[in-house]
């Protein structure tokens, strides 16, 4: 980026991140209405193979990389450069979180964290945490799916741990397909 000074850039991504999260058309949250968190479980439904039923979102966290932040930019956050970097990614960045419906569209986002925070800390600080945690927040016998990351509980679906064949492998398998 030639002409363009590396606090230039940082400052616009900032300005960027605090723009988005304060634009209420852009305000993804993840549906309360009991009927429509069944129909997005019918799609779940549709696409899985074992044919999965209870399933109304898939839920993980990404790296969104970014340049490494200015002085400033770190001054604004109230934390130095470190806290941006993921060392497990060797990049600097943001930690985004998401739920996606069978279609891949997005039902809820969480753009809070820097790079450094573990996926597990991004889940429970996020909305979508507090609202599974309300007793009659999911339809009856509904769950989100995510990685090992995730609390296995009422609300949330993950993977066995260590199943290398049998029954649990198999559905290790298909939980990967949604």
């Known amino acids: 980026m030639h002409g363009v000074s590396h606090s230039a ?12 999260n304060k634009t209420m058309s852009l305000n993804i949250t993840f549906p309360e209405d009991h009927a429509a968190q069944k129909k997005i479980a019918e799609g779940f439904r549709k696409n899985s193979q074992a044919g999965f039923d209870q399933c109304v979102g898939a839920i993980d966290c990404m790296l969104i990389w970014l340049e490494r932040p200015s002085e400033k930019s770190c001054q604004q ?3 130095g450069s470190k806290k941006f970097y993921c060392g497990r990614k060797s990049k600097f ?6 739920v996606c419906d069978a279609d891949r569209q997005f039902l809820d986002v969480s753009l809070m964290h820097t790079a450094s925070t573990s996926d597990f800390l991004a889940f429970t600080a996020s909305g979508i945490c507090a609202k599974l ?16 990351v995730y609390p296995n509980c009422r609300y949330m679906a993950t993977p066995f741990k260590g199943a ?3 029954t649990k492998d198999h559905c290790n398998f298909f939980h990967s397909q949604l």
């Open 9 to 20: 850039v940082c400052d616009s991504v900032w300005r960027v991140v605090d723009a988005v």
């Open 77 to 79: 956050a109230k934390c």
């Open 93 to 98: 960045g943001l930690t985004s979180q998401a």
């Open 133 to 148: 945690e309300q007793a009659c927040f999911l339809a009856v016998g509904k769950v989100l799916f995510g990685d090992l």
């Open 164 to 166: 290398k064949s049998g």
